[in-house]
């Protein structure tokens, strides 16, 4: 698909549609879903405390529920984000979106980094499970081994951000984690992407999944 005759029914199934607010009410929560549902988007995005209540809320809608591990900081113990993505999978988590130990990264243990990832993985089971780069912490050489480590591990995607660090998903760096894993793993862009044009810039830089909290916006202003 192109990014120009892109229709509104493809683009839902590239959203994943997200509400990771410290602040997120059940009322929130239940409205994150209801919308998702509404669309057809691909997933709700939610912590791991809401996973549950998702998964009993979208049964049956075929929106799927995508639990954050390590969020936002990724600084939590290897044994605690595996503990945490195992829980997510029993509690009906259909995805996994885990932040690397950025500082383990930027320390040159990379084999730390690795390790968790292939652990996270191994727990997850069937659950496709996004690697998160966090971007704007990081320099080009280390965004490309943070995606050679996801592969080399077997996570299904590498993914640009939380929205929590200073900046979020840039065309740039979607771009570079495209080449980096060619067709071999998908690229989700997330943090900032507010309207169409940030959607369809974001997809034609190579990004296969959305994460953005604007689903229902971008989607109105998106063509039938």
Same mark, same amino acid.
């Given at each position: ?70 969020f936002?900081?990724?600084?939590? /113990? ?5 503990? !945490?993505? !195992?829980e ?12 690397i ?14 390790? !968790? ?94 994460? /953005? ?7 109105a202003?998106?063509?039938?």
């Amino acid at each position: 698909m192109t990014t120009q005759t892109i229709t509104r029914a493809e683009l839902a199934k590239a959203i994943d549609h997200t509400q990771v607010k410290a602040y997120a009410t059940q009322v929130d929560i239940a409205e994150l879903c209801d919308e998702a549902a509404r669309s057809g988007l691909y997933a709700v995005t939610v912590n791991p405390a809401w996973v549950a209540s998702c998964a009993k809320r979208l049964a049956g809608t075929g929106v799927l529920v995508n639990a954050t591990i390590g969020f936002p900081l990724g600084a939590n /113990t290897a044994l605690i984000k595996v503990a !945490e993505t !195992e829980e997510a999978v029993r509690n009906g988590a259909g995805e996994i979106d885990m932040v690397i130990n950025v500082g383990a990264l930027k320390s040159g243990a990379h084999d730390y980094v690795a390790r !968790e990832i292939r652990a996270i993985v191994q727990a997850a089971g069937a659950a496709p499970v996004k690697v998160i780069l966090e971007t704007a912490y990081l320099s080009q050489d280390e965004k490309l081994i943070v995606c050679r480590l996801a592969e080399e591990n077997g996570a299904a995607f590498v993914k640009t951000s939380t929205g929590f660090a200073p900046s979020g998903a840039t065309v740039a760096d979607v771009r570079l984690m495209r080449e980096a894993v060619g067709d071999r793993l998908g690229v989700k862009a997330a943090g900032g992407i507010r309207s169409l044009r940030d959607a369809r810039a974001m997809i034609e830089a190579g990004a296969s999944r959305l994460g /953005t909290s604007a689903a229902v916006e971008i989607l109105a202003d998106c063509p039938e």
